[in-house]
């Protein structure tokens, strides 16, 4: 009896934890309100906007462009300044390595984090380490700057939004909203339920539904029409609002929600990491590239005694580089660990892309990390075929080579 009731109480905690760790999807949550941002609109002083997310956020012309504009309309006095720090297939862990250099250089006055679709699939507690990490270095910068978490939503997630819930990268946002105070914008919600009464299209060819709106064609990224509008729309209704919510005052950090938390992680450009042996500074990889704003030097070697070698302190760290057809594969040796691969060449490698690895569950400590191209070759046409691409000119893919961008440490 006494194993059966131990039994019953660890089922009966894990269920409580599981059903806290998911919410109640809400349109809004207004907190803490974002009063020094519309304060600093009175001033006549330049009012910085950040955008710090994923490719929703990325895309031209999309509830980014469309809100920035808005703001413009609305407050025709206010002298608004863009900072677009948003970078496709990216998450809040690589977010929070870069918001130092990409956002908090610029000094905003209003930070807006969208990372809801790229964290999909994340543990809770990770979404919550990095989402925190990005609010304490933005509030550690300066205390008045304004926050306020977006969510939007993917195919994938619409079997958590028909039962009323958020996804689990959504619910874990809202519980650092919560510990923060921080307004938060589900500008995904009336899409969802536009979706879900069968009122808009959620994936298809425009064409293909003359009679209704199509969210997307690819089930994540919305069209500029119709879905980044919905986005666009629900944010300045609610920014209405905010508006008259909260007063300025005096912010203190709370303590942590999670220990370890990413406030200590930072970026650190390929310029300053002590490169060893045959490197070239190169930017065919990223010429006309939208990335090319974030990674100013790329160096690139085919060489195998060549090596990266900094420290890392921690139990994680990463890599930021150029994946694409000149791309192979690499060697990172950590300690006295055995050494690790990691493909640099996937099955979308037809182009140049900006990427990110991280490198998680290290034991706790300073560790010694050295990178390297590894000698092996990959099967290029093999891992392409996957996509069902084929390679017309194998000249492109010859080189196995490292792209260096920069490196993602906790300091």
């Known amino acids: 009896m006494r194993q059966l009731t131990f039994l019953f109480l660890v089922l009966l905690s894990f269920s409580a934890s599981a059903q806290d760790s998911i919410r109640s999807a809400t349109e809004a949550n207004y907190r803490g309100g974002l009063p020094y941002f519309f304060a600093s609109i009175k001033t006549g002083q330049p009012v910085r906007v950040a955008y710090l997310g994923g490719s929703i956020t990325r895309a031209d012309g999309g509830w980014r462009d469309q809100t920035f504009r808005w703001l413009g309309q609305q407050y025709p006095t206010a002298r608004f300044e863009p900072i677009m720090a948003a970078i496709g297939g990216t998450g809040s862990d690589f977010g929070a390595y870069r918001v130092g250099s990409h956002v908090l250089a610029f000094k905003p006055d209003l930070v807006f984090v969208e990372f809801a679709v790229n964290d ?12 925190e990490g990005i609010v304490r270095q933005i509030r550690q910068a300066n205390p008045q700057t304004d926050i306020c978490f977006v969510y939007t939503f993917s195919k994938p997630q619409l079997e958590n939004y028909s039962r009323g819930q958020f996804p689990v990268s959504a619910s874990a946002m809202e519980a650092v909203a919560d510990h923060y105070n921080l307004p938060s914008v589900a500008m995904c919600l009336p899409a969802v339920r536009q979706v879900l009464d069968g009122q808009m299209i959620m994936q298809g060819k425009p064409k293909d539904y003359p009679d209704k709106p199509v969210f997307s064609e690819d089930g994540v990224h919305p069209l500029n029409e119709t879905g980044q509008r919905v986005y666009a729309e629900t944010v300045q209704k609610h920014l209405l609002a905010l508006a008259g919510v909260g007063k300025p005052a ?10 370890d938390n990413l406030e200590k992680a930072t970026l650190i450009l390929a310029d300053a990491v002590d490169r060893k042996g045959n490197w070239q500074a190169v930017d065919s990889v990223t010429r006309g590239k939208a990335y090319a704003q974030f990674l100013p030097r790329v160096y690139a070697t085919t060489d195998t005694a060549a090596t990266v070698r900094f420290q890392a302190n921690g139990t994680s760290f990463g890599i930021v580089d150029v994946v694409g057809p000149g791309a192979g594969q690499i060697v990172v040796k950590i300690d006295n660990d055995p050494p690790r691969y990691l493909d640099r060449f996937d099955a979308y490698c037809t182009y140049y892309r900006m990427f990110y690895s991280l490198i998680s569950g290290l034991k706790p400590g300073l560790h010694q990390v050295e990178i390297r191209v590894s000698p092996t070759r990959l099967d290029k046409a093999a891992i392409l075929k996957k996509r069902n691409q084929t390679i017309t000119n194998p000249a492109l893919y010859e080189a196995h080579a490292f792209y260096l961008g920069g490196i993602l440490v906790q300091q």
């Open 250 to 259: 005096r912010r203190r950090l709370p303590k942590p929600l999670v220990a």
């Open 120 to 131: 999909q699939g994340r543990p809770s507690r990770a979404v919550k380490a990095s989402m």
